[in-house]
């Protein structure tokens, strides 16, 4: 099978999986509406302040959310050994690993979807700046966190309590990335200046966590 | 080798008993900061050796992951322990002057917070290697270790243009008009020696690893046979 095949097959599979459960999508989208409410009693902001703060609101909200989605996606591959046989299969290790990635991704990405609405309702926010800006940051965004949060949970998939192993090496690793995604959501919502650096920042961190990710996951996958 | 380890920790003691002196007695107090000024001798040294500890686990990790030597592993685990160490004083030494000097303890500038994501990353990388079991710990601590050399610079860009874009109030503190040749004597000086305590205390943990490795062996090859009850 070619690597395109291998990947649209376990991207379909894992789709197919989180339709008849939705058990990904659905412990997200909960987890992040409490973090919603609890933020919004935690700092009671008005419509100027909440403009200024929800940047980072937002983006912590994802980020806690999609650790739970991360951390399932290797879990599923371990019940009757699939990872080993994925391991002894000749199917090249990084379509599996893309297809991994594409999936949450586009979990994620609903996510925010989903979310966005419940922001601007409850933080009564309304972008100073163009709003098209901001679904570029999302997509890059949500692409750095994903793509070095699936290969992390390859890494913590095979420690002891291997839950908490996640967030513990993913976040130090995405400072840059948040960072960038916070100030930039930031500048779009109180129309402060251009995010066009931060694009550019979260284009560059992008690339090359995507490749180093790329050159590294067949070692992980195969560490014994 | 047993004698020359000796003689070398020695020469490091000695190294630094004078460095301490030339800092503490030879170099000339600060005009404008005072005594406080001296930490420099210890902070920036640290720093140098941090910063080398971190670069040598990068390589010992692509090392390990290229050769599967499992005394590249040992190196790379010997220097991102005795890395977080010494980030451990660079960030501690810091806030002791800041504050006499600056007024504040600490604040987000680019040096300052990215030393502190680095110890963050280093930190956990200790953690992985920690919750990782058996043979696996080597590659999985390798691929982390990559992970976050490259992260360092990146974070490096970010936070600096953070900080240029919201100037913070703090003004000062870059003393890189050049130091007075005594004070660069004593600098020099301490460099060396922190280097040297650097390389000691690496090449100590590094050879504890190795016994660890082989306690480890042993231990795998008794259950093999059907020895460990």
């Known amino acids: ?7 649209s097959r376990t991207l379909l599979k894992d789709l197919r999986m989180e ?34 703060i929800a940047g980072g609101l937002i983006w912590v909200a994802f980020l806690f959310a999609a650790v ?31 297809a991994k990635v594409l999936g949450n991704f586009l979990f994620v990405i609903i996510l925010e979807a989903l979310m966005a609405p419940l922001f601007v309702v409850f933080y009564q926010l309304r972008s100073i700046g163009p709003v098209w800006q901001l679904v570029v940051i ?19 998939i095979r420690t002891r309590s291997r839950e908490i192993m996640l967030p513990l ?56 | 080798m047993k004698n020359l380890s000796i003689a070398f920790v020695i020469f490091t003691l000695a190294l630094l008993g004078f460095s301490t002196y030339q800092a503490l007695v030879v170099a000339p107090t600060e005009q404008t900061m005072g005594d406080v000024q001296r930490i420099f001798y210890y902070h920036v040294p640290s720093a140098w050796v941090a910063g080398v500890c971190f670069f040598v686990n990068f390589l010992a990790s692509i090392v390990y992951l290229w050769k599967r030597n499992l ?26 002057w800041a504050r006499p000097v600056w007024g504040i303890w600490w604040t987000w500038d680019a040096r300052l917070t990215t030393t502190l994501v680095l110890w963050l ?45 919201h100037p913070s109030p703090v003004m000062g ?37 190795k016994m660890e490795n082989q306690v480890e062996a042993a231990h795998a090859q008794l259950a093999l046979r059907g020895g460990a009850r």
């Open chain 1, 1 to 7: 099978m070619s690597s395109l095949n291998v990947t």
């Open chain 1, 19 to 52: 339709w008849r459960s939705k058990d990904a999508i659905n412990s997200m989208l909960f987890f992040s509406l409490l973090v919603v409410v609890i933020f919004s009693f935690a700092f009671n902001p008005n419509a100027e302040e909440s403009r200024r």
């Open chain 1, 68 to 98: 739970v989605a991360l951390n399932q996606t290797w879990a599923r591959e371990l019940r009757n050994q699939v990872l080993d046989a994925y391991r002894v299969s000749p199917a090249p290790p990084n379509a599996l690993f893309l």
């Open chain 1, 138 to 156: 999302a997509l890059l965004g949500t692409w750095a966190l994903v793509v070095n949060g699936t290969f992390f949970a390859a890494l913590s």
């Open chain 1, 169 to 224: 090496i993913l976040f130090p690793i995405s400072i840059p990335a948040l960072l960038a995604m916070v100030d930039a959501t930031t500048m779009v919502l109180t129309g402060d200046g251009t995010p066009d650096f931060w694009l550019k920042m979260l284009l560059v961190y992008d690339v090359v966590f995507t490749l180093v990710c790329l050159l590294l996951f067949e070692t992980v996958l195969n560490a014994e």
């Open chain 2, 71 to 96: 005394n590249a592993d040992a190196l790379a685990a010997a220097s991102a322990e005795v890395g977080v160490v010494f980030c451990t004083i660079v960030l501690i030494t810091g806030p002791i």
């Open chain 2, 121 to 165: 990353i280093y930190v956990s990388y200790l953690v992985l290697r920690r919750f990782a079991s058996g043979s696996q710990t080597q590659v999985l601590a390798a691929a982390l270790g990559i992970f976050g050399f490259v992260d360092v610079p990146i974070v490096y860009m970010t936070i600096r243009w953070f900080r240029t874009q």
């Open chain 2, 173 to 209: 503190g870059g003393q890189n008009s050049g130091l007075a040749p005594e004070m660069l004597h004593a600098f020099l000086w301490n460099l060396l020696a922190f280097t040297c305590v650097g390389i000691c205390l690496i090449a100590a943990r590094y050879v504890l690893q």
